[in-house]
């Protein structure tokens, strides 16, 4: 039986991950952080059989004892504060966690692995925002980096640590720069999300309208049970490398809002939308869009879900949870 560990294991792409291992025989366990985490609970329903341990990704000392009682021979560092607008506020609890955390748990990794650094598989989670203001349209695994936000320069020191630890030490370390991915356990500060719960709620009456900031910003949105499989098979290969993961179509909040409304029946949303500043960025990542090209030819992965599919299945889902609520 493999072992993996998982860091993140309460985010959105952990439970998917926890899951897509389960299924595929691995033991798993998750990094958990806190001493009264409330998302402990819904990980024990979804991954009843994942051993959770307790740790921060900022103190390296839980990482190296976790790294001991889990003996993983996969690593997947999926642990970051991860909402690009909350970086801006707290901009040096981001560094410590979404970027030196990466160093933490490569240097945990490697010294675990001793003298066979390859033997143990390390994935990182980098993310599209590191391509922030683009330099070219789509984006692949060599295009320039420029990030926009606190969030994404902590992102770029986590993605140049894992090559630089890869072409250091030899360790079987790979990158995943992820483009947005979305799911009905995306949390609900992030934009997709933040409509879906909100048109579900219209449509039930519990809620008039919605606030929003840029519509015009542009995303290139998959689904997340998509994505998590993109991460394993980036493990599975004999050599360790970067991936571009993205869908190649790129969608703006307006397309969003037009999906997710359509799907209710209402048309026009203009009455139900309105404007709020504090929802806009000091720095804006206006156009992304990513060419998984070599994802495809290599890892043989490709997205199944569309934007379409995507977001009906958000409303679908986020319809249920209100009506649930309504009953408990
Ligand atoms: P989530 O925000 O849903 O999950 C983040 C996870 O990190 C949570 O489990 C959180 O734990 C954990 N975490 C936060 N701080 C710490 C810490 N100090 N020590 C240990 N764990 C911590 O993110 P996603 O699942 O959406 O994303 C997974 C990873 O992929 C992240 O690194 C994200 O930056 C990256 N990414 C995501 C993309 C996306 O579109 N979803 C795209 C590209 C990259 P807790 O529940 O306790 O807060
Ligand atoms: P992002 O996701 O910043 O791309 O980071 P988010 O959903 O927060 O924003 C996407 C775009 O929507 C615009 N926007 C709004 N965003 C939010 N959250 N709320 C609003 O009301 C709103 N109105 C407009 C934003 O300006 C932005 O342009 C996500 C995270 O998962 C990161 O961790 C990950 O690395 C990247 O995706 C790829």
Known sequence: MKRALITGITGQDGMYLGELLDRKGYEVYGLVRGQNNPKVAEV???????????????????????????????????GAISFVAHSWENAGMTTDVTGKGVLNMLEATRKLAGSD??????????????????QEVPQKESTLLWP???????????????????????????????????????????????VTTAVARIKLGKQDSLTMGNLEASRDWGYAGDYVDAMWRMLQQPAADDYVIATGVTHTIRDLLDVAFAHIGITDWADYVSYDKQYERPAEVDLLIGDATKAK???GWEPTVDFTELITMMVDSDLELQRTADRD
């Open 297 to 299: 030819d290599v890892l």
């Open 117 to 134: 650094p390859a033997s143990i598989r390390f994935y990182q989670a980098s993310s599209s925002e590191m391509f922030g203001k683009v």
């Open 44 to 78: 024990r329903d979804v991954l009843p059989n994942a051993k959770l341990l307790f740790g921060d990704l900022t103190d390296l000392g839980s990482l190296l004892r976790v790294m001991e009682i889990a003996a993983p021979e996969e690593v997947y560092n999926l």
């Open 148 to 194: 926009r936000s606190p969030y994404g320069v902590a992102k770029v020191f986590g993605h140049y640590m894992t090559i630089n630890y890869r072409e250091s030490y030899g360790m079987h370390a790979s990158s995943g720069i992820l483009f947005n991915h979305e799911s009905p356990r995306r949390g609900i500060e992030f934009v997709t999300r933040k």
